[in-house]
């Protein structure tokens, strides 16, 4: 099983519709990452939190400790947003990370 | 800043041939890491470096080499390349440890590697 599952895999919305990728995990974490990876191959980082709420531009992600789930809203999508979604979640104290699988996002116009 | 380097972006290799895949941080970070990611599936961590002179096997080493004799720079190396280790290759790095709130993780543009 694994420790770090995603949801939906894959995600088609039109342009402007409000977008939820989940993320539940198994492993005891000190924050989660959510990661964006650009349809030529880039990753970079969206957000780190370790509770409750941020808030970036279009992009909100939230976290429950408690249930061990988080989530990362996209308001008013659009097709530039199309890419991978990937969560992480620490285990160790030297930052080793775990990884989900991926939602692949495409934003049709 | 350039921030995380990584070269090359597309290599072919034979089988039994070596390789080193180079990444380099302008940043000043202490943690690097490489990673491998497959089709369908997660990163996983081969090797970590929590500063110069200090380097880790991660969840999927065998097969791998690592060196930090730099802040700047921590090279991957392939030793008898095997078609298992055609993948991506992303190396990365952080100021703080990417468990820690702080912790933002950089990201290189991946290495594309196939083993034939």
């Known amino acids: 099983k694994n420790e770090v599952e995603q949801s939906p895999q894959n995600l088609t919305a039109q342009e402007g519709e409000f977008i939820t990728i989940n993320c539940s995990y198994s492993?005891?974490?000190?924050?989660l990452h959510w990661l964006q990876q650009h349809p030529g191959g880039g990753i970079v980082s969206l957000f780190m939190?370790?509770?409750g709420k941020k808030k970036h531009g279009r992009l909100i992600a939230t976290i429950n400790i408690q249930e061990k789930h988080s989530s990362l809203h996209i308001t008013a999508s659009h097709p530039r947003d199309s890419a991978v979604y990937i969560c992480?979640?620490?285990?160790?104290?030297?930052?080793?990370?775990?990884f989900g699988k991926g939602t692949k996002l495409s934003v049709k116009p | 800043n350039a921030g995380v380097t990584q070269t090359p972006k597309f290599r072919i290799l034979k089988i039994g041939q070596s390789m080193t895949l180079q990444c380099a941080q302008d940043?000043?970070?202490?943690?690097m890491y490489w990673y491998r990611q497959d089709p369908g599936m997660g990163l996983k961590l081969i090797y970590y470096?929590?500063?110069?002179?200090?380097?880790d096997k991660g969840e999927v080493p065998n097969g791998y080499n690592v060196s930090r004799s730099t802040t700047e720079d921590f090279p991957l190396r392939l030793e008898l390349a095997a078609p298992s280790q055609t993948s991506v290759y992303f190396c990365?790095?952080?100021?703080?440890?990417?468990?820690?709130?702080?912790?933002?993780?950089?990201f290189g543009e991946g290495s594309r590697l196939t083993v034939l």
């Open positions: 990365a790095s952080s100021y703080f440890p990417s468990g820690v709130n702080t912790g933002e993780l950089f």
């Open positions: 492993v005891g974490i000190s924050a």
């Open positions: 939190l370790s509770s």
């Open positions: 992480a979640v620490p285990i160790g104290s030297q930052g080793n990370l775990i």
């Open positions: 940043m000043n970070h202490n943690y």
């Open positions: 470096s929590v500063g110069a002179g200090i380097t």
